[in-house]
């Protein structure tokens, strides 16, 4: 049965003749020949509505799906940089419009017309069902809500489908301080926790309780992580420069930060434990490479590549796909052909410890330098050998069983055409599957059908260890067992105080060791370091680094990748007449000069003539949050004036849009 909708949100008014048809403000109800009083009735209804509304990142489209979700980090980069946030400057108001109510709208709708049915007995179904159902819709919301806060902060609490009424819109319209933000979508995950169940029906494909908690431990742990770091930026409610401050409607409004710190990270810790208690981490046989077949060779990288996950525990939620259905995806057609147009930075590769659990510049490490990745990785975090590829590793399959003679990366796909090219020389092997049948070394589109990993349950023991960490400045017996099964799985010896001790400042380049420009102790990094080692190509680094406050200090920082000119690489990049392929001056040149950036590849300092990222990477505080755009204002406005508007602007944005944020970087 099909369900059309109108969606009208208050972003999209502008065609709306500035509000001269208060009727265009809104979603209106189902506008077919179903109706409110027929749909919505039976369990069968809930489970669609709730199951059409989910949204996350999982394999899609002509990409590499999640795993290009660093791209634009200090751990990975694409052949096209994101100028918009690393060009001061360049992200202007108007660029992106994360200001709009359709999601939430449609969710609200669903909760106000199914609850009082159901509070009703009125829902057809069995009980435990439609429970799950109305859970799934709550986790919806906050899900949707967490989405706001990332983006925007302080945002509108809506619970109702709005009336069509100006007045009712403009109120709407008044931005409630983060931390209330932050608890509404607490309470929402509550709720979903309750009325969800960690077997439903669908398995672990569709939401559940454990879900439900794993994602508020995630959300409390970021806003009490915000709040301690941004203090005294004005992104803080209450602070002096807090531009909530302007307005009426907030001028009752009083925080007591610390209180609100401990309190989420008090949440974070108790929904995080309840998940990382009941979880089995997925595990490591340390075989790098298939030897005697295409699967069945180590589980944790199958993780990633297997067509059921159902019964994996550390799998919390994910996405399965079917070819018989044509429910497929791409991510081997990239991964397996050479590069897919990114590739791990040469940063990130130096934050993976050796497995003895020394960081590689420390002595006695078992370092065997970088001249070539193999040696680069040997004796290495085993995330990185499995994730990432070296000369060595295997590159496809071609034939079952496997092959004596393997093919193998050989050398670094930095000159192949964009979907095939490897921006970095450090290739992502992550979500690639050597089976032929999935695409393996094939030249066709949408051959793969295994799952899609959403949620993955290590990431409540991360949010533990960090939250307790920053809740008591230690870190308790939970915590501890929970760094060292981490760790374990990986390769690298458990003892992490050897770490923590090891730990030399003026040799990491990791931008988390610091917040508000200031460097952490090297408990708190070394725990950082571990959730940047195990989030590999999980699309987490960004939000890490906003919630830490830790780019403030990024300013000419220059994406790096393998070391092509100091180790012999430059020499096997020779055509048939045996003269190099690489070219480092003119118009036409495609790799870095060795003379301007030295011995590692410089994906963005191949020639300086109109490249804005030639100096690197640099940082704009303003884009901590984005700005909001001046419809928005606009259209909220009761007289059309946006100084009139309940909205205000963000911290270091001005309400014009096509305007650069008011102070840029020097």
């Not at 969606?7 to 065609?15: C, D, E, N, R, W």
Request: glycine share 8%; aromatic share 12%.
């Amino acid at each position: 049965m099909k369900i059309t909708f109108k969606y009208i949100t208050l972003s999209l008014l502008a065609g709306a003749s500035l509000l001269t048809s208060c009727e265009d403000f809104l979603d209106r109800e189902p506008l077919d020949s179903v109706t409110p009083d027929t749909y919505l009735k039976n369990e069968s209804q809930l489970a669609a509505y709730a199951i059409n509304a989910y949204s996350f990142n999982i394999h899609s489209g002509y990409n590499g799906g999640p795993i290009v979700s660093d791209n634009g980090t200090d751990n990975q980069a694409t052949a096209s940089p994101n100028t918009t946030y690393w060009e001061p400057g360049q992200w202007r108001v108007g660029t992106y419009d994360a200001w709009g109510f359709g999601t939430i709208r449609n969710l609200n709708y669903f909760l106000e017309i199914v609850i009082p049915r159901w509070e009703a007995g009125e829902i057809e179904g069995v009980e435990k069902n439609i429970k799950q159902y109305i859970g799934e819709i709550y986790f919806l919301r906050a899900w949707e809500y967490f989405s706001k806060l990332q983006n925007l902060g302080d945002f509108p609490i809506l619970t109702k489908v709005l009336s069509d009424k100006k007045e009712d819109l403009i109120e709407a319209s008044k931005r409630r301080p983060r931390n209330e933000v932050a608890r509404f979508i607490l309470s929402d995950l509550d709720k979903a926790a309750e009325l969800m169940t960690n077997s439903p029906v669908g398995g672990k494909n569709r939401l559940t309780r454990n879900a439900a908690l794993l994602v508020k431990s995630r959300v409390a742990l970021s806003e009490a992580t915000w709040l301690k770091y941004h203090r005294g930026t004005g992104r803080v409610p209450g602070d002096d420069t807090w531009p909530g401050k302007q307005k009426d409607y907030l001028k009752d409004f009083t925080i007591n930060v610390n209180q609100e710190i401990d309190f989420f990270l008090t949440e974070a810790m108790a929904a995080a434990k309840e998940v990382g208690d009941q979880i089995t981490l997925t595990v490591n046989s340390k075989e790098v490479n298939p030897t005697s077949s295409a699967s069945g060779w180590n589980p944790f990288f199958e993780m990633y590549n297997s067509k059921n996950l159902e019964d994996l525990s550390e799998v919390v939620f994910w996405k399965a796909y079917d070819k018989a259905l044509s429910v497929n995806h791409n991510a081997t057609y990239y991964t397996s052909r050479g590069g897919g147009n990114y590739g791990f930075t040469k940063g990130y590769v130096k934050t993976f410890l050796m497995e003895n659990g020394l960081p590689w510049y420390a002595s006695n490490s078992l370092y065997q330098g970088d001249d070539h990745i193999y040696k680069e990785f040997q004796n290495r975090d085993y995330r990185l050998r499995l994730f990432s590829a070296s000369e060595l590793d295997r590159l496809q399959m071609k034939q079952e069983p496997v092959e004596s003679d393997p093919t193998t990366w050989n050398v670094p796909k930095i000159l192949e055409l964009p979907e095939g090219r490897n921006v970095t020389g450090y290739h992502i092997r992550k979500a690639m599957s050597y089976e032929i049948a999935q695409g393996s070394g094939g030249d066709t589109h949408f051959l793969s059908d295994y799952g899609c990993v959403v949620f993955r349950g290590v990431e409540a023991m991360l949010n533990y260890m960090e939250a307790c960490y920053e809740k008591n400045s230690n870190l308790d017996a939970t915590a501890e067992s929970y760094w060292k099964a981490i760790r374990t799985r990986a390769g690298v010896d458990p003892d992490f105080n050897k770490t923590i001790a090891a730990t030399d400042y003026t040799k990491e380049d990791d931008w988390a060791i610091y917040s508000a420009g200031q460097p952490v102790d090297k408990t708190l990094y070394n725990i950082r370091r571990e959730r940047r080692c195990e989030f590999i190509a999980d699309g987490m680094r960004m939000w890490d680094l906003k919630r830490w406050r830790a780019l403030d200090q990024v300013k000419n920082y220059v994406i790096e990748g393998f070391n092509l000119w100091g180790g012999g690489a430059a020499e096997l990049y020779k055509d048939d007449k045996g003269e190099s392929r690489l070219i480092i001056t003119g118009d036409q040149a495609n790799v870095s000069s060795q003379a301007a950036s030295g011995n590692n590849l410089c994906p963005y300092r191949m020639t300086e003539k109109n490249n804005t990222m030639y100096n690197g990477y640099t940082w704009t505080p303003a884009c901590y949050l984005y700005p909001i755009v001046f419809s928005d204002f606009m259209l909220s406005s009761p007289d059309g004036d946006v100084n009139n508007s309940p909205i205000y602007q963000n911290p270091g944005w001005p309400i014009e849009d096509g305007a650069s944020a008011l102070e840029l970087p020097n």
